[in-house]
């Protein structure tokens, strides 16, 4: 069973759409910056999972 799912998100500065490996392993509420694919600008990535399920992801700009 692997620790990490493929999941997309849209950079909140150029809209492109940016993958990111997540790891179960790291609780059921995440935060981390993440540098977008496209634009290279820092992006605050909130993640909620339930159980092996990614229950929400929240992408926004690091300032706000």
Same mark, same amino acid.
Not at 2 to 28: H, I, K, M, T, W
């Given at each position: 069973m692997?620790?990490? *799912?493929?999941?997309n998100?849209? $950079?909140?500065y #150029?809209?492109?759409?940016?993958?990111?490996?997540?790891?179960f !392993? /790291?609780?059921?509420? *995440?935060?981390?910056?993440?540098? $977008?694919?496209? #634009?290279?600008?820092?992006?605050?990535?909130?993640?909620k999972? !339930? /159980?092996r399920?990614?229950?929400a992801?929240?992408a926004?700009?690091?300032?706000?």
């Amino acid at each position: 069973m692997s620790l990490e *799912q493929e999941e997309n998100f849209l $950079c909140p500065y #150029c809209g492109q759409s940016n993958g990111l490996a997540v790891d179960f !392993s /790291g609780g059921s509420n *995440q935060k981390f910056v993440v540098d $977008c694919e496209v #634009c290279c600008a820092p992006i605050v990535v909130r993640l909620k999972l !339930s /159980g092996r399920t990614i229950a929400a992801v929240d992408a926004r700009r690091e300032n706000e």
